[in-house]
């Protein structure tokens, strides 16, 4: 299976701070991309990654590919309060459906 | 646009019920998935369809259905509820079959007693 899997699994911080996720997936992916959950809702697109990128940026976010290690980082600068939220690493791979890791809980303290 | 909209919100099912839910997706998008979402297993891929056909199927029993219209609008059905079936049923749709970007649903949160 090609899911990915996120670290760590809960994350809590302060108001202000860095937060940083990774993603790990086991196979060749076309492209990668992160998610946010807020509790019990669906889930919001925040960036996607192509397989020949290295980083992109958004906003407070910044995102990292590393395809020769297979993993990937989500680092979102700042955090405020309204970041608490699940966030989910999700892979692509030809015509094969989204297969989406199991997240990582951020809680942003105020 | 409206956003991608799923009904009922919440249900309440007891084992050997059936259960029909709906999605609508954004106006203009022809692909629509399922996705089921449970605390153990996360999010697991259901089924996708587009323009009416089934494009590609998760590894559920046969139980667990779908279908979908020529509006776009998707169903899906889960027959004979186990206790295990509950879950958030979260539907994602996006503009066509090579779009990358899902949109998601709010889901419907299935408890079966």
């Given at each position: 299976s090609q899911q990915g899997e996120e670290d760590p699994q809960a994350l809590s911080i302060q108001e202000g701070e860095n937060a940083t996720m990774n993603c790990s997936y086991k196979t060749s992916i076309n492209n990668l991309q992160w998610y946010r959950q807020n509790s019990g809702r669906g889930l919001v697109h925040l960036i996607l990654i192509r397989s020949n990128e290295r980083e992109k940026h958004s906003g407070r976010l910044r995102v990292t590919l590393d395809t020769s290690k297979k993993s990937s980082s989500l680092l979102i600068t700042a955090?405020?309060?309204?970041?608490t939220a699940s966030y989910f690493c999700a892979t692509s791979s030809g015509n094969t459906p989204l297969v989406f890791g199991k997240g990582t809980r951020l809680s942003v303290i105020a | 646009k409206a956003g991608v909209t799923q009904t009922p919100r919440y249900l309440i099912k007891t084992r050997g019920q059936q259960v029909t839910l709906s999605c609508s997706p954004i106006s203009g998008h022809r692909s629509v998935s399922w996705y089921q979402q449970t605390p153990g297993q996360g999010l697991q891929f259901l089924f996708e369809y587009f323009s009416e056909t089934q494009r590609n199927k998760g590894?559920?029993?046969?139980r667990f259905s779908g279908r979908q219209f020529s509006n776009s609008r998707s169903e899906m059905n889960v027959s004979?509820?186990?206790?295990?079936?509950?879950a958030l049923y979260l539907c994602a749709s996006r503009e066509?079959?090579?779009?990358?970007k899902l949109f998601f649903g709010s889901g419907t949160q299935l408890s079966v007693l």
């Open positions: 955090s405020r309060a309204a970041d | 590894n559920f029993p046969g004979t509820l186990e206790l295990g079936d509950s066509s079959a090579t779009n990358e």
